[in-house]
């Protein structure tokens, strides 16, 4: 973030406003310094998002952070709820476009056959110098009205902008023009002079620059037209997001379905989604089964199978059965609100790699008219007449306008993060872009990150003689009447309808007990069975050696004295985490494994998805000690976590990434939201992150070059006026442009 004034880390009170009249960094750069100049307010202004951040102490009040902002002479709003933001976007912004485009038409077809007629000597007819003045005067005053219009806003604060280059370039074309055609030479008849990509003309009472003043008025409209329409483009994607959610639903209430607007659905609610809508609002299913589709808000293309007791989000569509649904979570505490938080908290703030530019908006301006006055003096005084002074002197109040700086940032972040949240990952702020291009190291936690989190069975293996289809049904009714995890993975395996139990008795970390069918089963641990005296046949004793040697957890199950065989279990590793670790290690990142098991089991999930270096037995507080351990050996530690025991080190790390599936509390210490839980959207984020911190960085490269080399050739008399114009605006859709190709980042695979 870039303050003018003291940093104040404890002002408890946190506003955005719209910010209106902004049209350039300058402006942005000027309303932040005022800001920052009271007492208790700590100010980010953007403007690409034209936002106001604002941080502020209890003895301020929102009125006088906006009244600081008008009396520099902009508007400023609180923005209208996100609910609301739909009109805001088919609204006032769309005219203003449809504006700005009319003046850009008119101003064009009118320019054009003065520059025609300037290029070309031959079609200079008798008074076309006239009928030039008619057609440039309505471009230079209307056309360039907006700019005219602010620099005297600014003029009367006291400040400079790039609109003043801009109207005191074209203004001074344009009079110098007026003072040949009705004091000098220039309105004879027959008049004719060549057109010169330099500023080397005849003397100076008989030249015009009626299409470069006109020209320069075009060239900078046609920038500005493109610009924003270039950044609503960039920010389409968060707009997108907020339009996701679903418009009414069927909500449950006295035995009756009754449709109402999702503004009204209450916690504890329960509404119906039919096959094809919309989930109103995060839920757990009460009924029903089905497919979910929620491609729109994790980027996954799978659709996920949903039963009774999971969890859905809302936005996402229910592409198989019907549901019901209870509402958990409603308004501005859902996911997707949570997301359109993130998303445009990212999009305000700022990088480091900005605070530079800002600093250089923020005084150019000064700088730039000195510069202009300093070559006026100079041409002057080399003898080369008024005409080349002061032409060079426009070239270079025209050229100099850093637009393309103030744009290099915050276009890029606008792109990449809106990229970010259609393809499931969430930016936290700007800051994080820098540090993902320094991690060497990434810590993966186990449980919910490289694995599913559930115990799932792995393999079934009888005794000589058994039927594994018997095994297994004998073994599900038994545990099925168990609630532990293990048992749990046991039940959900075995097909068809279960036998009842009777006798069912649980012995504490052993297992289970019960009569199945006439029949007395012991499921659970080999010493459990040992006790019950049943005789265990040496094959399943290997069975269960080798189980656990792999990582597994091994249920023995017997009947009528006679150990019968071993069921394997396993927090099952999920199916993408191998491709992920080898991206991440494509990435130029060492990937460390961390978990709270055995060093079997952790060995066994490293070795099947391809990490060398593993951490095992490592207690929950003792997870910040890991990675500040890494860290003290040099390393730039990014940290992967689901659950609330990983919050600490993944606030910690240079580098967290929370996956979405887990809880708020990891995803409020991290840095990176994975909104899908799967492991390759980390990899993604990295990639991403990388990919848009190197854009900024080429748009900064590109916006400071074009300046530092444009100002010299301007003050050198290299560059007709007009051509400067067009150059000025051309930097600023390029930076643009450039930001835009994040919209085609697609994830590997």
């Excluded at 909500?251 to 503004?263: K, L, Y």
């Excluded at 480091?352 to 006055?373: E, W, Y």
């Excluded at 002074?389 to 606008?414: K, W």
Aim: a neutral charge; charged letters at 20%.
């Amino acid at each position: 973030m870039t303050t003018t004034g003291k940093a104040l880390p404890t002002a408890p009170n946190l506003i955005e406003l719209a910010i209106g009249g902004m049209t350039c960094a300058s402006c942005a750069a000027r309303i932040e310094k005022k800001l920052n100049r009271m007492d208790g307010v700590e100010a980010t202004v953007n403007y690409a998002t034209e936002k106001a951040t604002v941080r502020y102490a209890d003895d301020v009040a929102p009125a006088d952070l906006i009244a600081t902002v008008e009396k520099n002479g902009y508007t400023a709003v609180v923005p209208p709820p996100p609910a609301s933001a739909e009109a805001t976007v088919a609204g006032e912004p769309v005219d203003e476009l449809r504006v700005a485009r009319t003046r850009l038409r008119v101003s064009a077809a009118l320019t054009l056959p003065v520059i025609l007629l300037a290029m070309v000597p031959a079609w200079q007819f008798d008074y076309w110098q006239w009928a030039s003045l008619t057609l440039a005067a309505p471009v230079v005053v209307w056309g360039g009205l907006p700019f005219h219009r602010a620099a005297l806003v600014n003029l009367r604060h006291g400040a400079a902008t790039m609109d003043t280059l801009v109207s005191l370039g074209t203004l001074a074309a344009f009079g110098w023009s007026l003072w040949a055609l009705f004091l000098g030479d220039a309105g004879m008849p027959g008049m004719t002079h060549p057109f010169r990509f330099d500023i080397t003309r005849s003397d100076g009472a008989g030249n015009i620059y009626l299409e470069a003043a006109a020209g320069v008025t075009v060239f900078i409209l046609a920038g500005r037209y493109f610009e924003a329409r270039a950044k609503r483009t960039a920010g389409s994607a968060l707009r997108a997001l907020l339009e996701l959610g679903a418009r009414d639903v069927a909500v449950r209430r006295d035995g009756q379905e009754v449709r109402i607007p999702v503004d009204q659905l209450a916690v504890g609610d329960r509404f119906v989604v039919r096959p094809g809508e919309k989930i109103a609002t995060d839920g757990v299913v009460v009924d029903g089964t089905s497919a979910v589709d929620a491609s729109m808000l994790t980027g996954e293309s799978v659709p996920v199978e949903v039963r009774p007791g999971d969890a859905v989000v809302g936005a996402t569509v229910n592409a198989g059965g019907r549901l019901v649904v209870r509402a958990t979570r409603i308004g501005g505490d859902t996911q997707l609100a949570q997301m359109a938080r993130l998303v445009e908290a990212a999009q305000t703030g700022k990088a480091a790699v900005q605070r530079l530019a800002d600093r250089i908006s923020g005084v150019f301006v000064p700088i730039v008219i000195a510069l202009a006055v300093g070559t006026l003096g100079w041409w002057l005084g080399t003898g080369a007449g008024p005409t080349a002074a002061f032409t060079a002197a426009v070239a270079v109040l025209i050229i100099a306008c850093p637009c393309a700086l103030g744009l290099a940032t915050p276009t890029a972040l606008l792109v990449g993060t809106g990229r970010g949240a259609q393809l499931g990952v969430l930016i936290k702020g700007p800051e994080v872009l820098e540090s993902t291009r320094r991690v060497d190291t990434v810590v993966l936690d186990k449980t919910g990150t490289v694995t599913t989190g559930r115990m799932t069975l792995a393999e079934v293996l009888p005794a000589p003689g058994e039927d594994v289809g018997e095994l297994l049904r004998v073994a599900g009714a038994l545990e099925a009447y168990s609630e532990h995890p293990i048992a749990r993975a046991v039940a959900d395996s075995a097909a068809g309808p279960l036998p009842p139990v009777d006798d069912f008795a649980n012995a504490e970390g052993l297992g289970v007990t019960g009569v199945v069918e006439g029949r007395t089963v012991v499921v659970g641990r080999l010493r459990l069975l040992r006790e019950r005296g049943l005789d265990v046949p040496e094959e399943v004793v290997r069975a269960v050696t080798d189980a656990e040697a792999g990582g597994r957890t091994a249920v023995v199950a017997g009947w009528d004295g006679r150990a019968r065989g071993v069921l394997a279990v396993a927090d099952a590793v999920k199916p993408t985490s191998a491709a992920a670790v080898a991206r991440l290690r494509g990435l130029g990142l060492t990937p460390v494994l961390l978990t709270g098991d055995n060093a079997t089991v952790a060995r066994a999930v490293a070795a099947e998805v391809g990490v060398d270096q593993v951490i095992s037995e490592v207690l929950p507080a003792d997870k910040v000690a890991v990675v500040e351990r890494l860290q003290r050996e040099g390393r730039v530690v990014a940290m992967v976590g689901d659950g609330v025991n990983d919050a600490p080190a993944l606030a910690r790390a240079d580098l967290g990434l929370a996956m979405g599936t887990g809880t708020d509390v990891a995803m409020e210490a991290a840095d990176l939201t994975l909104v899908r839980g799967d492991l390759l959207a980390a990899a993604d984020a990295i990639r991403l992150s990388r990919r848009t911190l190197a854009i900024i960085k080429g748009n900064l490269f590109w916006a400071f070059a074009y300046n530092v080399a444009a100002l010299p050739l301007a003050a050198a008399g290299l560059l007709n006026p007009m051509l400067a114009g067009a150059a000025m605006a051309f930097s600023s859709v390029f930076v643009v442009a450039n930001s835009l190709r994040l919209r085609s980042f697609r994830p590997i695979g």
